[in-house]
């Protein structure tokens, strides 16, 4: 990566982006109006930072410009018209013939069966889009300062979540409570993605450099992250208190790298401040706080446990039937964003309740239904690119804030094959500056640059 421009205004954007990402971007599909305020504020920022985006498709690694072109490119083409004798070979499309035939209507039509839902899915990823191109060249100080927002606004949701708890457990949601209890949810609608994202703050507040040092520092993010393993475990999110050992993992990997680094090194020096102590503060403190918080709340700690012996969990109906229309359409897929439409034709009579199944609940099976062989073939490009940009990172001076972001990509990874958690625009835009932190420290690998 050549070196970037110094900029002292290149972190504003971003952290207008991620702010208004923050607050308006949480809710999914059914919000969009507040969906489009996030976009809208991505192509602003993409305009301000046009410098940054050209040097990106300039200087940056050719494996992530690849995988980037594939993933616009995978909707687009599905929504391109194609002639009648070719759509109507699809798999799957034979009912959408049909239904062309009763209304007499027939001609050029899209691979996806419902073009708008495939055009919506390719807009959600201007968010991502704008974080990684804009954020781009920006100095390395004003990229962790960056970071550091983020683990302010972890504690601003766990600041929330006090409203959240008191019953009713409504009064400080943003898009209503869904769970008809009290659960901390700060800024989003599904209660797993809160989780997974503390986890994100968790890990940064863990890894990152400190803005400044103090002989205190280390106290202070062992503090944090005690507070943030609290919140985690608010959320009564399953996967999110399972994937909260990413992030106490990688703090504990940090602490035996330096000690391993004291080991080695002439006897006397010392170099940087103390990891060793961050990890083993942040684990002991979050075990205190769990502690504390099972004597003080045994009921919140204890409901939160009880969801681990869930037996009837109506997402396993949903799995076996997501499986057998996936198979409908198998291998072209159905188009991006259109689940909710097709997933109803192959619903069993046997599995069908009141409440409407809008998602799999499984972003894999999601992505097979809509994408076929090649969504997940996609997927498994960026598992693969993913691990070559952390390896490449290990020699940068980004390289923990770089494993930091991969880190939150591999929770997401994770939590997609119970959930669906890249579904709304507040953990996309994040997952785009976790990308935007581990291709940054790939990319500087010898240490070049701010």
Known sequence: MGKPKADRYAFVPIAVLLLVAF???GGGLAYALANLAVQLTAVVVLVVRYGSMRQFWRDSPVLLRGLIVLTLLLPLVQIIPLPEYIWKTLPGHDLAARSFEV????????????PQRTALALSALITPLAVVLAGWTIPRHQLLLAGWLVVGLGIV?????????KPPGGDFTLYG?????????????????????LGFCLTLACLLPAPRPHPAMPWVRAAIAALLVTGIVLTKSRTGLVLAAIPLGLAGLKGWAWLL???????????????????LGTIALGATALGGLAIAAPGRVGE???????????RRFIWDDAVYAGQRYWPAGAGMGTFEEV????????????????????????????????????????????????????RSKLAWSGWAGGGFLLAIALQSITDYPLRNQTILAFAGFALLLLARAAANRRGEGQ
């Not at 409570?177 to 994202?197: C, D, I, K, P």
């Open 261 to 279: 680094e004291r080991r080695s090194a002439a006897p006397g020096s010392r170099r940087g401040p103390h990891p060793i102590l961050i990890a």
């Open 343 to 394: 997933f109803e034709i192959d619903e069993s009579l046997e599995n069908v309740t009141l409440r409407h199944a809008g998602r799999a609940h499984n972003d894999y099976l999601e992505l097979a239904m809509e994408a076929g062989l090649f969504g997940l073939a996609l997927a498994a490009f960026w598992l693969v690119g993913c691990l070559v940009m952390a390896w490449q990172a290990r």
């Open 177 to 197: 409570n869904f769970y008809q209890e009290t659960v901390l949810v700060g800024t989003f609608a599904n209660r797993n993605s809160t989780a997974l994202w």
């Open 157 to 165: 949701t766990i600041l929330m979540g006090l409203g959240q708890l």
């Open 304 to 314: 939160t446990l009880e969801r681990f012996q869930a037996k009837d969990d109506p």
């Open 103 to 114: 209304a007499g209507q027939g001609g050029w039509t899209a691979w996806s069966v419902y």
């Open 23 to 25: 607050v308006s971007g």
